[in-house]
């Protein structure tokens, strides 16, 4: 069923509606496509074949994506008897006590789950290139990284094996590999999708959960999905005056969106097509009337966010190994795992509780510092990142002491959006000369998913991407 393979979720879900395909045969085209390109790509690191076939077979819940294949991130998103390693070897074959609300609710809405997408040891860099796994590669040129950490399913949705893959973002973590793979990937706002039950606020608020998608429309309907208002959560995301699904195609006004297309630190990345990217998108936004001048919050680039950022992650990193350990029955030596997350460990063992409330606490000033531009502006437009998709092995390549100097340097415009909590979304609007994609981001204020999915819709419709693929898979 070639005839399949690019067809997005919602055009999926609406010919299974029409009884024109039964998910069964869905699921199996999928599994197809999976064991065809994916030992070129190695995003899929575990599979369910057997218990998707059952439920596709079955009586799926009759939600708005009944029968649609899914890859789920192995990386949060549980499933009860089922193993997660996170990235990390020890866990490869442990299995979870609980199934999490974000998977239940993706079962409710009908998906059939696949298996499971590979990421970085604990999510905690840029690149999906885990030290017990296979390194993800890039469809668009295998020789280049996906990004990371949702990098397996970029990979994975890029080359259409799914139309839609489970995502989370903690620094960038949805918007980096939709970036490199040429994707649309929105981190929604802090507490709109639950992580519960066993998480309350990961990497202190910054992590997200979300899908990356091929269309703004698939984007939209997923996320209206799956953000359903769970009990007993540490706090809500504003209401949304409307599902997100009747937001695309609808006319955004005109905007005030203020243009970034450079770091704002000294010996950053600033790589020519992503500052082209930004100036193609300024251009393009214009054109459709909105006002666009250069303009950014002055808090943007302050110099201790790195600091009090990578703070959290290392507090939250030795909490987690500390968790499955307890799940594992045994330590977790340092010869198990990467040179980074040990010495985040050692970071993270060594952190008083008052240098973490702290950090915390610069955090929450900084983020009103933050927030204040965006009462002038409806939007931030940057390029996603600061060079386009490196060659697998780049961010170790210099040693483990300048791996963080790299993976720094590689993002200067997506973890401040973890920290305010504020939505960001990439978006394919430009690729290099030699093909790669190159991903421009938009960031909205507070609790405005809206008005990202209205002006995203708009740009999809002014310059179309979802006809560009991967020429090994074209």
């Known amino acids: 069923m070639a005839e399949l393979t690019w067809l997005d979720a919602t055009a999926q879900a609406d010919l299974v509606r029409r009884g024109e395909v039964s998910p069964k045969e869905l699921t199996e085209a999928a599994i197809a496509r999976i064991e065809a390109a994916n030992p070129r790509l190695d995003a899929v690191i575990r599979t369910r074949f057997d218990a998707a076939r059952q439920e596709a ?6 939600g708005p994506f009944r029968g649609v294949p899914i890859l789920f991130k192995d990386l949060g998103c549980t499933v009860a008897g089922e193993p997660a390693a996170f990235g990390v070897g020890p866990m490869r074959d442990v299995t979870w006590p609980v199934t999490s609300y974000l998977a239940g609710q993706f079962r409710a809405a009908g998906f059939v789950a696949l ?29 280049r990284s996906t990004g990371g950490s949702s990098g397996g399913s970029a990979a994975a949705v890029a080359a259409g094996l799914v139309a839609v893959a489970h995502a989370n973002d903690g620094g960038g973590s949805i918007r980096i590999p939709a970036s490199e793979c040429g994707l649309v990937g929105l981190k929604p706002t802090r507490g709109r999708v639950s992580q519960g039950p066993l998480v309350g606020e990961a990497w202190a608020g910054g992590v997200a959960d979300g899908v990356v998608t091929r269309t703004v429309r698939d984007t939209a309907a997923v996320l209206d999905v799956i953000s359903g208002r769970m009990p007993g959560e540490p706090y809500y995301a504003p209401p949304l005056p409307r599902p997100l699904a009747q937001e695309v195609g609808a006319d955004p ?12 630190v000294e010996g950053y990345l600033d790589d020519p097509p992503c500052r082209a990217a930004v100036a193609g998108a300024a251009r393009l936004l214009e054109s459709l009337g909105h006002h666009v001048e250069e303009s950014a919050p002055a ?3 302050e110099q201790e966010f790195v600091h009090h950022f990578t703070t959290l992650i290392a507090a939250d990193a030795e909490a987690t190994f500390q968790a499955f350990e307890m799940l594992l029955g045994r330590p977790i030596g340092e010869d198990e795992i990467e040179p980074r997350n040990a010495a985040y460990r050692q970071a993270g063992r060594a ?6 409330l702290q950090s915390r606490t610069w955090l929450s000033m900084w983020s009103r510092r933050m927030a204040g531009w965006w009462t002038d502006h409806d939007l931030l437009l940057t390029p996603t990142l600061g060079a386009r998709p490196p060659e697998l092995g780049w961010f170790t390549a210099a040693g483990p002491d300048q791996e963080g100097l790299r993976i720094v340097s590689f993002i200067p415009y997506t973890a401040q959006f973890n920290m305010t909590g504020q939505p960001a979304i990439s978006l394919p609007l430009h690729q290099t000369p030699e093909g790669l994609p190159v991903g421009v981001q938009l960031a909205a204020a507070y609790g405005q998913e809206d008005i990202l999915i209205r002006v995203a819709s708009q740009l999809e419709q002014a310059a179309p991407w979802s006809d560009h693929h991967p020429p090994t898979h074209a």
Request: proline letters at 12%; aromatic letters at 8%.
């Open 299 to 301: 808090a943007m680039f």
């Open 351 to 356: 952190l008083s509780a008052a240098a973490y």
């Open 115 to 143: 298996g499971r997408t590979n990421v970085p040891e604990l999510g905690t860099t840029v690149t999906t290139e885990p030290r017990s796994f296979p390194p993800a590669r890039n469809p668009w040129d295998t020789s």
């Open 57 to 62: 077979d079955g009586d799926l819940p009759d």
């Open 253 to 264: 006004g005109r905007l005030r969106i203020g243009v970034l297309d450079r770091p704002g």
